[in-house]
């Protein structure tokens, strides 16, 4: 499947596509020009370990999938190398994390 000459948008703006390419080259050449947004992912498992903050339970090679980093302030874009925004929390601290505001408004609306 050849690409019929659509634009594709970078961070920079948007640019031509040769109409050559095929669908997979395109891609390649998008992936290869966005940084993972999930970098600071693997430097908050290396700096705070693999432990939940929260609950403190151990995870291991095995289930580090279920460990997520949670930003402090809210901001997923601030992550500063030192992990001063980063905390690990296995994905149901997470989700407790993230809901406390909800409930909290709940409530509040309620009275």
Known sequence: M?????????????RKVDNNKSAEEILKEIRKDITPRNDYRE???KIHGLICAKCAREFSEKNRHL????????????????????E?????CHDDEHSRGLLADYLSKSK
């Open 67 to 86: 460990l997520t980093v949670h930003h402090k302030d809210g901001n997923s874009r601030n992550n500063p190398p030192d992990g001063s925004n980063w």
């Open 43 to 45: 430097q908050s498992l």
């Open 88 to 92: 690990n929390l296995c994905v149901y």
């Open 2 to 14: 050849r690409n019929k000459g659509y634009t594709i948008r970078k961070k920079t703006g948007f």
